[in-house]
Nanobody
Framework: QVQVVESGGGLVQAGGSLRLSCAAS????????MEWYRQAPGKQRELVAT???????NYADSVKGRFAISRDNPKKTVYLQMNSLKPEDTAVYYC???????????????WGQGTQVTVSS
């Protein structure tokens, strides 16, 4: 059984930094894209950042230049370094990983349970 678990959320003042981690575990053959999403109260879930298995990255315009996504493939872990945080970054942050359980099985998306990030003004 595959699990995807986030950690690292918390309360921080505006201008501060946080680093989120997301680790996948279980009988995993390969992991393709890993992504961070966020959902603020009353808003739709939005894509924050993507990293491919080869390390290519993409960011939402709202976080470009402030957030950095990275991954450690042997550890099956993705990180989100968040700098210069703003109150509008307050949200529950979710990790998503596109995982294949074996070479003959299709890739499936797995989600973490989310971690709360609160930025005070």
């Amino acid at each position: 059984q595959v699990q995807v678990v986030e950690s690292g959320g918390g309360l921080v003042q505006a201008g501060g930094s946080l680093r989120l981690s997301c680790a996948a575990s279980g009988r995993i053959f390969s992991i393709n894209n890993m992504e961070w999403y966020r959902q603020a109260p009353g808003k739709q879930r939005e894509l924050v950042a993507t990293i491919t298995s080869g390390g290519n990255t993409n960011y939402a315009d709202s976080v470009k230049g402030r957030f950095a996504i990275s991954r450690d493939n042997p550890k099956k872990t993705v990180y989100l370094q968040m700098n210069s945080l703003k109150p509008e970054d307050t949200a529950v942050y979710y990790c998503a990983a596109d995982i294949a359980l074996s070479w003959w099985q299709d890739v499936r998306r797995y989600w973490g349970q989310g971690t709360q990030v609160t930025v005070s003004s």
